[in-house]
Structures are given as structure tokens and as C-alpha cells.
T-cell receptor, first 111, second 113 residues
């Protein structure tokens, strides 16, 4: 069974204080690893897809990296508007395209 | 920018009543998903459609939940009767097919009293 574990559950940063979120996974034949951002009361917003170990993707202050067992979401010099829950999900190879999500990391950035 | 539409955004109902949620995917997206998200948890797949056909409904509580996508475009998820434990956010997502990125709608927040 595919499993995704995210840590920490919650993270509080000061504006400008860089940090990383972790997503560890076990999956039978990884097809893709996805990062989403979710604001309170809203649906998840797509950020990145990573397909193979060693791959990296960047968007503004965010950078996602992937190894064979985990992914990191690095946040550089965060701003208060980066406060949200960040969800990690894996998609396994095969005929079923479902995403298996972790519980998320609640990030709070204080001004 | 194309978006997934859902309605209603909020629904309050009493247990044993019937509720229905509607989803209109991004135009041209053949694959449609319904997820349920309990507060503090990640979304979990309930049902997946490819065009008008159900691909996976293994996690759908079929004694009370039903889903349809009659013309392969918009979709309806129904709960009858609703139970207290059904209180959650119901999310619809769509993709252009297969392993492509899934884009989520704003969700329907259901509260069962």
C-alpha cells in the first residue's frame, strides 16, 4: 500500500527565515510526486511535479527536490503570504491514476 | 484561466437527509476525481471517472454514496442518507488524462448535524 508521511506537522517561521518541509514515501513504482499548496477552506493548488530522483523544480521562493525515498520543499526567505498547508502526494504506475496524499505541513510565516 | 467549478460551496444538513454535490471539470479533461478531505488530513480518493465510465470506486461507501458522469462532462456525487461522520470537504479534480496533473476545484464543505 502506498504511504506518504510529511514532517513536521506544523512549522512556524519568521519572515525571511528559510527552512525545509519533508515528504517521505513508499510506493510501488513511483510515477510522479506532487506538491500542492492549500489555503484554509480552499482546494489544493498545484505547485510541482517531480518524476525521478535528482530532479529539482523552482517557483519563486519554493524549490522541490526528489530522492528515491523522500522529497523536500525548500522555502527561501519566506513571506507571510507563503502561510498555508503544503500537501505532498504520490502517484504510482499502473492503470489507476489516483494520488495518495500525506497529511500536510501547516506553515505559518510571521511578519 | 480554466478552473474546476463546484457547487454548492457550503452545505449544512441533518443526518438521514440526502445531499448532492456538483462538479464541472476543466473543459476537455477526460478524467474526473472526487476526493474527501477530513479536517487535518490529506484528501482521499472516493471515485475516479474516465469519460463517463467509473475507473475506481473501491473507496466509495456504496451503501450510501453514488456518483455519476452521464455525458462524460460534469459530475454529481450524492449521499443518502447523510451521517455525522460524512462531515468533511468534498473536492473534485480533473486531468487531461492518465498521469497528467490533477487540478482541484474549491471544494464543498459539508456539515452534518
Amino acid at each position: 500500500e502506498d504511504q506518504v508521511t510529511q514532517s513536521p506537522e506544523a512549522l512556524r517561521l519568521q519572515e525571511g527565515e528559510s527552512s525545509s518541509l519533508n515528504c517521505s514515501y513508499t510506493v510501488s513504482g513511483l510515477r510522479g510526486l506532487f506538491w500542492y499548496r492549500q489555503d484554509p477552506g480552499k482546494g489544493p493548488e498545484f505547485l510541482f511535479t517531480l518524476y525521478s530522483a535528482g530532479e529539482e523544480k523552482e517557483k519563486e521562493r519554493l524549490k522541490a527536490t526528489l530522492t528515491k525515498k523522500e522529497s523536500f520543499l525548500h522555502i527561501t526567505a519566506p513571506k507571510p503570504e507563503d502561510s498555508a498547508t503544503y500537501l505532498c502526494a504520490v502517484q504510482a504506475g499502473g492503470s489507476n491514476y489516483k494520488l495518495t496524499f500525506g497529511k500536510g505541513t501547516l506553515l505559518t510565516v510571521n511578519p | 484561466e480554466a478552473e474546476v467549478a463546484q457547487s454548492p460551496r457550503y452545505k449544512i444538513t441533518e443526518k438521514s437527509q440526502a445531499v448532492a454535490f456538483w462538479c464541472d471539470p476543466i473543459s476537455g479533461h477526460a478524467t474526473l476525481y472526487w476526493y474527501r478531505q477530513i479536517l487535518g488530513q490529506g484528501p482521499e480518493l472516493l471515485v475516479q471517472f474516465q469519460d463517463e465510465s467509473v475507473v475506481d470506486d473501491s473507496q466509495l461507501p456504496k451503501d450510501r454514496f453514488s456518483a455519476e458522469r452521464l455525458k462524460g462532462v460534469d459530475s454529481t456525487l450524492k449521499i443518502q442518507p447523510a451521517e455525522l461522520g460524512d462531515s468533511a470537504m468534498y473536492l473534485c479534480a480533473s486531468s487531461s488524462g492518465g498521469f497528467e496533473t490533477q487540478y482541484f476545484g474549491p471544494g464543498t464543505r459539508l456539515l452534518v448535524l
